[in-house]
């Protein structure tokens, strides 16, 4: 339901699946540096209220394949209380990728100018 209001705005997802693959990055999490596409109080549902989406550039890299190239997606929690993403998940926007299965390990590469991935507070102890 979100991919025309995005659209709209400028930013085509059209040939990715529309689904999120969730990526846990523990032990780190994530820290927003600044996103590439940002949308301020998107209201792309009739009756819940509107939220704040940003997107940053991913590549995921597989040995013996070509980089496949998407976006992490991120709801704004301040504007969707009742959805609750851990800071150590990332819910990423790919093409569909062939071979991917819980549990299998992935390597990820992300711009540091739009977000960084760093230890939590509770393992710098």
Known sequence: MQ??????LGLDLG?????TLNISIA???YRVVQPRFKFVKVKWHPTE??????FFDIRLLRENESPVRGFIYHPHPE????HFQKSDVLEVLLPYVEGIS???KLKIEIPSDQMV???TQMSQG
């Open 3 to 8: 991919v025309p209001h995005f659209l709209a």
């Open 15 to 19: 040939l990715l699946y529309p689904g």
């Open 27 to 29: 032990p780190l999490c």
């Open 49 to 54: 209220p509107a939220e704040t989406f940003s």
């Open 79 to 82: 504007t969707k209380p009742e």
């Open 102 to 104: 819980v549990g299998s």
């Open 117 to 119: 991935l760093e230890e």
